[in-house]
């Protein structure tokens, strides 16, 4: 289990963490919402054992986060970051094996390179192992780290998976492959954090949302309990309507358009 208990994170005279608290079981997918600079990302960098915390605790599986050597923290957790800049030319396939680091010496035993075709499969990156990977595009790249991340921890017993916008940049088929392969992962015992920009993906994968603002946790439950009109204002200072998907049972959100910004009278044209 994650267990996070009035975690706070301060940088020079700003706090962008405050007071948080939550827990995440095996088996969950719980996702964070927020408008931009809420503090998701820093939320997940102290997940991550990245930061140190300004006060409050964290712990996993029972152990107090900041007591796990990095080694032991490497084979527990695992983090696809919103930026993961290569400016070296590996093959896709040498990325993925750059995940599954931590688990051998000198060279992968055949378990490893097991793992590292099984999480090439389930992320349909196969075809590009041999592709150097500063030419394959925004969304491919993106599934080459998801590849890495997963072989990290692929075969860790409730490994904790912290996705930073993991499905920015895929197309809409990958955005749902890869959510459902989160799925998957949490039925296998996973503990999934996911931060999403998307309400509707957030609705339908996710067992849990926490939604945040200015740092502060402002709603927390099972997406039918806490995404409403007045939840999505609150935190996104957005109208928008939700309906129930008669398909799926989920929340089905829609934005209500603004038009009073952009009158055609503000609107004039360039002039270069
Ligand atoms: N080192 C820093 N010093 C001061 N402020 C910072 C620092 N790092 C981040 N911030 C600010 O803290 C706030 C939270 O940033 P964070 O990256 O956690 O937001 P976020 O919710 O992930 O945003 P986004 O959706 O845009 O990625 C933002 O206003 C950001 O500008």
Redesign the pocket.
Known sequence: MLTVENVTYK??K?T?VKDISFMVQPGEIMVIL??????????MRLLSAEKKLSAGSISLSGKALNSYTAKELALKRAILN?QNIVNLDFSAMEIVQMGRYPHYGNKPMTHDLDIINEVMTVTGTTHMADRSFLSLSGGEQQRVHLARVLAQIWDTPEALLLLD?PVSGMDILYQQQTLSLAHMLAKKGFMVVA?L?DINLAAQYADNIMM?KN?RKWYHGAPADILSTKSIYDVFETEADVFTNPNTLKQLIMPKVITHHLSEQNLKPFTL
């Not at 927020?34 to 939320?43: D, M, T, V, W």
Request: avoid cysteine.
């Open positions: 940088t020079g700003h962008l927020g408008a931009n600079g809420a503090g998701k990302s820093s939320l919103q916008e931060i920009h945040l740092g």
